[in-house]
Structure formats: C-alpha cells, structure tokens
C-alpha cells in the first residue's frame, strides 16, 4: 500500500555510512512518495541543522566519528521536535535501551523489510504532529494566561483541579455567581468553547 505523502517541508533524512544502504533506502522512501536526503555521517547532518527542519531522521548506529546514538542524543538536545529511528546491524539491548532513553521511535536492525522502516516513518510523523499540536495548544495557555486577572487565573486552577462552583467559591471566599463570571472570562480568553476544549489546552502543560 502506498505511504500518505508526507505535508509539505516534511523529509526523511537518511545518516549511513553505507551508500548502498543510503541509496536502496532513499529510492524506496521516493518510490513511496517522501522526500529524502542522505548523509554519510552524523557530522555531515549535523552541519545542516537548523531549526527549521521537519520529518525525521534514520540514523545506524555504527558510523566513523560520531555514532547514531550520539547523534541521537544530540538531537534530543538540540531539536527535540524531530523524531529519529535507529537502524543497526549488530542490534543489542544496552543499545536499544540507551536509543529508546533517549526517545528513539523505534529500533530496526538490518536488514529490514520496506514495511518496518515505512511504519516507524509514519509512527515517528504522528509523533511530530502530536508534538506540534501540543506546544502550540501550551503556547496558547501561555499567552491567555497572560490576559488574565490574578483572581481569574486563581479560578482556572481550581477548575483544573475538577472543583465544583460552590467549592471553588468557598476556597476563594467569593460567591458562586461570582465564580460563574470569572469561569466565563477564562473560558473566553482561552477560546475553550466548552469543557471538553479547556481540558485539551490545560492538559497539553503536563
């Protein structure tokens, strides 16, 4: 079945030091309608780096200079939004266990059939957009709480925390009506349009 096209800017940034590896693999991510781009070495890909980058990187463990799991680490540091796979031909689990540490998507070793690679791709996208809709969803709450009174973010906590009206009114020493109207402000400044919204955008500080 052929893999969904990834969104625009995405790319699957291949990091081998085997070309016939790093051609066979890039041809068949093409043929199945992603964007590639291969590297020799994890110091080759590092000196492209930029903030910018969407997709995800294949890396093998075993390369001269640096290793994949070194790379792996630096990314994690450096461009924790951009998901890798590790791909080994002398898999072992100290290494798998220190590449899933640190958040590896998976850990294929060779050779691998064109199914495994294609289903990490596309567990690692679904990683990147969650990772994406989350950081916006926190930046919102950032910036909306910006624009609330003191007492009306002392009420969005209480409500976070499953407090009813009456509740939240007898910690703050405030009526319930009142409690109504400074939920209402905060629901608005969030943009929540009801319950379920308000639980998506607080949910996504965790």
């Known amino acids: 079945m052929p893999a969904p096209r990834p969104t625009h800017g ?17 041809l068949m991510l093409s043929l199945q309608g992603y964007a590639t781009a291969t590297f020799a070495s994890a110091e080759d890909f590092l000196r492209i780096l930029q903030p910018e980058l969407r997709g995800c990187v294949v890396a093998d463990i075993r390369m001269p200079g640096m290793s994949g799991l070194e790379l792996q680490q630096t990314l994690h540091s450096r461009l924790p ?58 930046e919102a709450l950032v910036a909306a709480r910006q624009k609330m009174s003191d007492r009306e973010r002392e009420v969005m906590e209480l409500m976070i925390q499953g407090m009813h009206n009456r509740h939240i009114a007898a910690r703050l020493g405030i009526s319930p009506r009142t409690v109504e109207v400074h939920k209402a402000r905060v629901m608005e400044k969030l943009g929540a349009k009801n319950m379920v919204e308000f639980v998506r955008l607080v949910d996504a500080r965790a």
């Open 10 to 26: 995405e790319t699957v940034f291949i990091v081998d030091d085997d070309v016939s590896v790093r051609d066979s693999l890039s």
């Open 81 to 138: 939004h951009l998901p890798v796979i590790v791909v080994t031909a002398h898999g072992d689990v100290a290494a798998a266990r220190q590449a899933f540490l640190a958040d590896a998507v998976d850990f294929i070793e060779k050779p691998f059939e064109p199914g495994q690679i294609i289903a990490a791709i596309q567990k690692a996208r679904e990683r990147a957009q969650h990772r994406a809709s989350t950081d916006g969803a926190s």
